[in-house]
């Protein structure tokens, strides 16, 4: 019996007992018998129609998704009820008679008193209680598979903005093995060797909307060594991560736009190329917001505008990944999560996402985005 359903019948258990206590209390004030027969009666009533209604429809709807039996056209799980009370009143007639020194022959609680008192009154008690309990369950059941099928349309999402980020690099990739391979066939067979060893790491990993923070910085070293092939000492880069956030959950393919649009608009346009930091840190809780992971793409190539947009790109380039990269993580946390370029100093541009931690480590501060030392 899983804890959520043990939950409910130690609940539905209290409120039916301080149901009976009640009618109890309503038929000694109105002068039916006194207090303690009356509860025994009532108590005994509610008792077992309780326990017999709750375990009969947890057994006929034990291999459905919802928690009331199904079938008849909605009368199965009606009859449970109507079952559950019949027993109830017959053991609690039973069993407050006994008490209260009553004999437990049948013809002492079909009376006609008995019939147009107690026998109305556990009918009546034990629709009501049992619709009230229906409707949570239902209201319950309902919120659950809307959530359901709210996680599975962003898990969709997530995999489909997945699935045109691999292209989108794959296409860039051979673009550049393309040019390679007639101006230098050496570094575009070393390219093709790194792609390679990419595509056996990238393409086995399973369609998980998040993977640990760890493996996206792994997926980001053999990209940038990739780069590093056809671009040369153009490219120098650092990964920084905190050994207290490597396994922090992370959409996969997170980090690769952001780095791939640094060399494009950052290191491309310039002669000299640059240097590319990608570092992860963890924000502090306030009481406005959780706590929450930054990750920073920092390039100190051509940086941004005045006005702030970015360098105009090469020929043929595009900037997708920055409108996936922002599209998946509203799909994930909506509002709470942000995506910005900054110019954080002259010549250094500095991408910045940051959305909800979901993680129980120690905090390591670290610096924030800065310009890598000279």
């Avoid at 559950?84 to 013809?107: D, K, R, V």
Wanted: charged residues 15%; neutral net charge.
């Amino acid at each position: 019996m899983s804890h959520r359903v043990l939950h409910d019948l130690i609940r539905h258990g209290l409120l039916v007992a301080a149901f009976s206590i009640a009618i109890a209390t309503s038929l000694t004030l109105a002068g039916n018998g006194r207090l303690d027969d009356n509860l025994a009666h009532a108590l005994g009533i509610g008792f077992f129609s309780w326990i017999s209604i709750d375990l009969g429809r947890l057994w006929f709807s034990r291999h459905q998704d919802t928690p009331w039996p199904q079938g008849w056209h909605g009368f199965k799980g009606w009859l449970v009820v109507a079952a559950g009370s019949a027993f109830g009143y017959c053991t609690g007639m039973a069993l407050g008679n006994w008490y209260s020194g009553l004999p437990l022959q049948l013809a002492s609680f079909t009376s006609p008193f008995a019939l147009s008192s107690s026998l109305v009154i556990t009918v009546v008690a034990s629709v009501v209680i049992s619709f009230f309990f229906y409707s949570q369950g239902k209201s319950r059941f309902l919120t659950a598979s809307v959530a359901q099928a709210q996680r599975d349309a962003a898990e969709a999402r997530l995999a489909l903005l997945q699935s045109q980020l691999e292209p989108h690099m794959l296409f860039n990739t051979l673009a550049n093995l393309r040019v390679l391979v007639a101006s230098d066939p050496e570094r575009a067979q070393a390219m093709l060797d790194h792609l390679i060893d990419y595509l056996r790491a990238t393409l086995g990993a399973s369609r998980a909307t998040r993977h640990p923070l760890a493996d996206e910085f792994a997926r980001i070293n053999d990209y940038l060594a990739l780069m590093a092939v056809r671009m040369g000492p153009r490219l120098a880069f650092t990964l920084d991560l905190p050994a207290d956030l490597q396994a922090a959950p992370v959409p996969p393919l997170l980090l690769q736009p952001l780095v791939e649009n640094a060399i494009r608009h950052g290191l491309e346009p310039t002669l000299a190329g640059g240097h590319i930091t990608v570092r992860a840190r963890r924000l502090p809780a306030t009481p406005a917001e959780p706590e929450r992971l930054e990750l920073t793409v920092e390039d100190d190539g051509a940086g941004l505008p005045p006005g702030g947009a970015p360098p105009a790109a090469p020929q043929g380039a595009s900037r997708f990944g920055l409108v996936q990269v922002r599209e998946r993580l509203a799909t994930l946390h909506g509002a709470q999560a942000t995506l910005e370029l900054i110019a954080s100093s002259p010549g250094v541009t500095c991408a910045r996402a940051v959305f909800p931690l979901d993680s129980t480590s120690a905090s390591i501060p670290t610096p924030p985005c800065q310009p890598p030392a000279p």
